[in-house]
Every structure is written in structure tokens, then in C-alpha cells.
T-cell receptor, first 112, second 113 residues
Framework: KQEVTQIPAALSVPEGENLVLNCSFT??????LQWFRQDPGKGLTSLLL?????REQTSGRLNASLDKSSGRSTLYIAASQPGDSATYLC???????????FGTGTKLQVIP | EAGVAQSPRYKIIEKRQSVAFWCNPI?????LYWYQQILGQGPKLLIQ????????DSQLPKDRFSAERLKGVDSTLKIQPAKLEDSAVYLC???????????FGPGTRLTVL
């Protein structure tokens, strides 16, 4: 059974700081990995999707890396802004029927 | 391209009552998921459909929860009877299998009193 862990559970940083969020998974035979953002009371917004054959994906100030052999993914946020405050979730996709397991999330607060 | 639609957005019921949620996925997306998200936790998969067939319902409390996707398009999730611990956000997502990636609707916040 796939287990997904996100550390830290919460993080508070001053505006402008670069930061890294971590996602670990136990079964490395993944199809792809997806990072989401969730604002309070809202649904999940997709940030980045990394296929199993890829090492990283970039979108603006966000960069996600994937190391299947070690069972880890990181989400790097450059020059953080107060608007980045949200909960960040990673989701691991298994197999062609896309069974998906979520981590418990990292709650990020960027202080102005 | 229209996103995943869900209704209602909010629902308040008393315990032992029944409730139903509706989801319309992105056009052409064959896979549809229902997740339950309790405050402070990550989403938990309740049921996954591939077209109108069930792929995974291992975590669906079948004594009170049911779901259907009759024509392989929209879907309904029902709870009958509701318990206090069912208070959560119910999220619907869809995906296009070949390209991967989940797209979520806004969710339905259920409060059971």
C-alpha cells in the first residue's frame, strides 16, 4: 500500500525567502506525481505534474523535482509572497488506472 | 474548457438524514473520483470510476454511502443515513487517463448536526 508523507506539516517564512516543501512515498513504481495548492475553504488547484520519466517541472517561481529511486519529491518556491500562503499537497499516481494517494499537506504562511 | 462542476456548494443536515452530491467532470475525462476531506487532513479516496465502471471503492463505507455514474459522464454520491463524522468537504475530480493529472471541482462542504 502506497503511503505518502509531507514534512513539515506547517511552515512560516518571511516574504522573499526561498523555500522547499518535501513529499516522500514508499512505493517507487509510480506513474506520475502531482503538486496541488489548496486555499482555505476551496478545492485543489493543480500546480505541477511530473511524469515518472521526468526529473523536474517548472512553472514560474515553482520548481518540482522527482527522485523515484529515493521515493522523494520536492517543491521549490522562489521569492515567496504572501499570496503563496496556502496548504500544499502532493499526490502520487499509481498504474494505468491512476490510483492516487495524497499526502497530508504542508500549511505555508508567508509573512509580509 | 469548462472545469469540474459540483453542487451544492454547501449543505447542512441533521444526523440520520440523507444527502446527495452531484458532479459533472470535464468533457471527455473517463476517470472520475470522489474524495472526502476532513478538516486538517489530506483527501481520502472514496470511489473511483473508469467510464461507468468502479475501479476502487475499498474505502467507501458501503453501509451508508453509495455512488453511481450511470452514463459514464456525471456522477452522484449519496449518504444515507448521515452521521456526525461525515462532516467534511466532498471533492470530485476527473482525469484524462492518457495525459494524467487530476482536475478538481470546488467541493461540497457538508455539516452534519
Amino acid at each position: 500500500k502506497q503511503e505518502v508523507t509531507q514534512i513539515p506539516a506547517a511552515l512560516s517564512v518571511p516574504e522573499g525567502e526561498n523555500l522547499v516543501l518535501n513529499c516522500s512515498f514508499t512505493d517507487s513504481a509510480i506513474y506520475n506525481l502531482q503538486w496541488f495548492r489548496q486555499d482555505p475553504g476551496k478545492g485543489l488547484t493543480s500546480l505541477l505534474l511530473i511524469q515518472s520519466s521526468q526529473r523536474e517541472q517548472t512553472s514560474g517561481r515553482l520548481n518540482a523535482s522527482l527522485d523515484k529511486s529515493s521515493g522523494r519529491s520536492t517543491l521549490y518556491i522562489a521569492a515567496s509572497q504572501p499570496g503563496d500562503s496556502a496548504t500544499y499537497l502532493c499526490a502520487v499516481h499509481m498504474g494505468s488506472y491512476q490510483k492516487v494517494t495524497f499526502g497530508t499537506g504542508t500549511k505555508l504562511q508567508v509573512i509580509p | 474548457e469548462a472545469g469540474v462542476a459540483q453542487s451544492p456548494r454547501y449543505k447542512i443536515i441533521e444526523k440520520r438524514q440523507s444527502v446527495a452530491f452531484w458532479c459533472n467532470p470535464i468533457s471527455g475525462h473517463a476517470t472520475l473520483y470522489w474524495y472526502q476531506q476532513i478538516l486538517g487532513q489530506g483527501p481520502k479516496l472514496l470511489i473511483q470510476f473508469q467510464n461507468n465502471g468502479v475501479v476502487d471503492d475499498s474505502q467507501l463505507p458501503k453501509d451508508r454511502f453509495s455512488a453511481e455514474r450511470l452514463k459514464g459522464v456525471d456522477s452522484t454520491l449519496k449518504i444515507q443515513p448521515a452521521k456526525l463524522e461525515d462532516s467534511a468537504v466532498y471533492l470530485c475530480a476527473s482525469s484524462l487517463v492518457e495525459r494524467g493529472g487530476l482536475f478538481f471541482g470546488p467541493g461540497t462542504r457538508l455539516t452534519v448536526l
